[in-house]
């Protein structure tokens, strides 16, 4: 009779990867072109693509997630910075486009062109709506009218003054917005309410970004989906980025804690945003936050598959991403919660996205894939004619020696990621359309003609040791194969 401890081997369950198992191709009614991979990424918001970026120093800052919500995906801002910096991140993001600005700079009427200048340079914008004392739009201060005037006049002297401005109240449509813009040939419209008080901007730069990027990922406001990582003991943090995301993303490599339980329904008490929790890697883990955790929004899951990570390694802990997927899917399925799942780490190819989202994932999490593109944090690497990028670990020394994510990894002293270099993979846009169209192509062999269907259908199977190794090339010479990390 094997005793408790032989029990622990024997009832040992088997925690698959993504080189473990392939997609089983099924009967299809689609082609690729026609598969619709839109999905949820949390309870209240949808994406265009199933892809998120990680929220790590050397993948998410502003213009990432700019890019990539423009592609329909989302960012998530890391949190190695001050609460101002991360700020300031998310409200780059949110004023990067919209059909309404709300948060509009503007210039009182008494200060001087030298200072409308400055304003305008600072924030890199055309114009400044002028505003009284009293919030009542007084008129508007353009670029041009400051050109060549004196620094000293004041922005009264040369506004066009409200009697000669066209205003708009809320409730305008877009097509009604371009309409008057082209009957006035000119580039910005004020809306004010009944009493003349700025209630926000459209301008025609920001009805142009519309119309450029018709896939990407938006509130209802127009402007771009914005998500923020904070500590789940971050309170202060977590109510400043409240303002301005539309999800916070409770930032831990393991959640299921009682601390972070109780620190986090406290948090939950505080923001409006959607609350996706992580990381968490069991069906227990799930299944707590499901009965425990009132309103949270989305699960964040896969612990120590990261590229970068070390844990599974070092500390010998861990849920490898895909089997993590498979066991939160499980508890959200079991327990009827409409809980949308992000898969985290480990992801290299379309392949791995596809596997992920059939075993339950809406979303995948990318860090290494993302940190190799042009909007990503840092410099261009050049090391014998190739190009790369940075991307280190969170947990890495370097990342640590910033210090605000600390808290982010139980041990103060193992460092439990690593840094190095990834391939330079170009922008964003080229690397997004590769993993949709390679994505749409897997998801045509396994017969889904959307995440639903593959949620509902796909049936994977389990590759043996030989059938990995047959899974890549094999019995050719490839002088020109890549070979950045083990992928
Ligand atoms: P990929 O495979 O896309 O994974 O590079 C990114 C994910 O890895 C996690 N992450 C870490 N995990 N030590 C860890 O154990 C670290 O230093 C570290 N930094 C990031 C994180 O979940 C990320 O999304």
């Known amino acids: 009779m094997p005793g408790k401890f032989m029990e622990r081997i024997l009832k040992a369950p088997v925690a698959f990867t993504f080189r473990d198992m392939i997609l089983l191709p099924g009967l299809s009614e689609v082609e690729p072109s026609e598969v619709d991979v839109s999905t949820r990424v949390s309870k209240n918001f949808v994406l265009n693509i199933p892809f ?29 910075c001050t609460i101002e910096e991360e700020v300031n991140m998310a409200r780059r993001v949110k004023r990067a486009e919209s059909f309404i600005i709300r948060d509009v700079i503007t210039i009182r009427p008494d200060q001087s062109v030298g200072e409308a200048i400055r304003i305008m340079e600072e924030h890199s914008i055309s114009g400044l709506p002028v505003v009284g004392d009293d919030g009542r739009l007084r008129g508007i201060v353009t670029a041009r009218d400051v050109r060549f005037a004196d620094y000293g006049l004041r922005v009264a002297d040369v506004m066009t003054s409200l009697d000669k401005l066209v205003t708009v109240h809320e409730g305008i449509s877009i097509e009604e917005a371009k309409r008057i813009l082209q009957k006035h040939r000119i580039e910005k419209l004020p809306v004010v309410d009944e009493q003349g008080h700025l209630k926000g901007l459209i301008t025609v730069k920001d009805i142009m970004l519309k119309d450029k990027f018709p896939n990407a990922a938006r509130d209802e406001e127009g402007r771009l989906l914005c998500a923020a990582a904070v500590s789940p003991f971050d309170l202060e943090r977590a109510k400043k980025l409240d303002k301005w995301v539309d999800i ?26 959607d609350v996706i929790v992580g990381n968490i890697g069991t069906y227990e883990a799930a299944e707590d936050a499901i009965t425990e955790l009132d309103g949270i929004a989305g699960f964040r899951v896969g612990i120590g598959s990261g590229s970068i990570c070390i844990t599974m390694e070092l500390l010998k802990a861990g849920s ?30 379309p392949g791995d996205a596809a596997l992920a989202l059939a075993l339950g994932a809406s ?113 050719i010479y490839l002088p020109s194969r890549e070979t950045p990390s083990s992928a």
Do not use: W
Request: charged fraction near 20%; charge should be positive; proline fraction near 4%.
């Open 320 to 349: 490898p991403t895909l089997f993590a997927t498979a066991q939160v899917a499980d508890a959200v399925a079991d327990y009827g919660a409409d809980l949308p799942i992000i898969a985290d780490g480990g992801i290299r190819n």
């Open 248 to 273: 916070i993303v409770i930032d831990v490599a393991h959640f299921h804690n009682r601390n972070c339980f109780r620190a986090t329904k406290e948090l939950l008490k505080h923001v409006s945003a």
């Open 363 to 475: 979303c995948v999490m990318m860090g290494n894939v993302f940190a190799g593109c042009k909007e990503a944090p840092g410099e261009l690497v050049v090391i014998g004619g190739r190009y790369f990028k940075r991307y280190r670990g969170m947990a890495s020394p370097s990342a640590r020696a910033r210090r605000h994510a600390i808290d982010r990894y139980a041990s103060k002293r193992i460092a439990e990621g690593v840094e190095g270099l990834v391939p330079y993979r170009g922008d964003v846009a080229s690397v997004v359309a590769e993993f949709v169209e390679g994505l749409k192509a897997a998801m045509g062999y396994a017969g889904a003609r959307n995440i639903g269907e593959l949620h509902e259908s796909a049936r994977v199977a389990m590759l043996t040791e030989v059938g990995v190794k047959e899974a890549g090339p094999h019995n």
């Open 52 to 80: 998120v970026s990680s929220p790590m120093d050397t993948v998410t800052e502003a213009e990432m997630a700019i890019a990539l919500a423009r592609q329909g995906g989302l960012g998530v801002l890391h949190r190695n």
